[in-house]
T-cell receptor, first 115, second 111 residues
């Protein structure tokens, strides 16, 4: 299994500002994903972070709002840009290795509150 | 679009009672996974089912995959307070390597 850390673990931000969330994995992984989980809700996939190329975004999420980087096989960042209170949520990094089934491992999450 | 539906949304049981959550997909699934999320925690992988009609057990937890590979269930025998959390069934999207999460079933256990 992979051990995933995320920074920051939580933050309170003002509307209109941006926050970058970091995800670090203790081993190389082929696939990295970013999810959002609003209070009491299920997980919604934001995008797949692709190493060395642009992320693949799901319907309803765009690069200008959620730019993602993935410079190597162990690290990725998600930026929440021009934040509004509706962006208050938990953001989770998740990883999986291709060819080893669909089992995914999740980071501890970043709890974001926008005031 | 592809959906994974889960019921019940919420269940509150007395410690020692059994608990079951059900999952239905709008399409046939190549596999189904179950995750548990403790309050304040992150989802943790429990199990993956691949074969039609497959049944797997983990101590007091029994997981089942339907014959048509469109439904699944998780049954907990004699619940304990440590079983508290949200249980998600998760299926792969029809295209690509991504997962679709069900809405989850929140389990609360009264001691």
């Amino acid at each position: 299994s992979a051990v995933i850390s995320q920074k920051p673990s939580r933050d309170i931000c003002q509307r209109g500002t941006s926050l970058t969330i970091q995800c670090q994995v203790d081993s190389q992984v082929t696939m990295m994903f970013w999810y959002r989980q609003q209070p009491g809700q299920s997980l919604t996939l934001i995008a797949t972070a692709n190493q060395g190329s642009e992320a693949t975004y799901e319907s309803g999420f765009v690069i200008d709002k959620f730019p993602i980087s993935r410079p190597n096989l162990t690290f990725s960042t998600l930026t929440v840009s021009n934040m509004s209170p509706e962006d208050s949520s938990i953001y989770l990094c998740s990883v999986r290795n291709r060819g080893q089934g669909y089992e995914q491992y999740f980071g501890p999450g970043t709890r974001l509150t926008v005031t | 679009g592809q959906q994974v539906m889960q019921i019940p949304q919420y269940q509150h049981v007395q410690e020692g009672e059994d608990f079951t959550t059900y999952c239905n997909s709008s399409t046939t699934l190549s596999n189904i996974q179950w995750y548990k999320q403790r309050p304040g925690g992150h989802p943790v992988f429990l199990i993956q089912l691949v074969k039609s009609g497959e049944v797997k057990k983990q101590k007091r937890l029994t997981f089942q995959f339907g014959e048509a590979k469109k439904n699944s269930s998780l049954h907990i025998t004699a619940t304990q307070t440590t079983d508290v959390g949200t249980y998600f069934c998760v299926g792969p999207m029809e295209y690509g390597n991504k997962l679709v999460f069900g809405a989850g079933t929140i389990l609360r256990v009264k001691s």
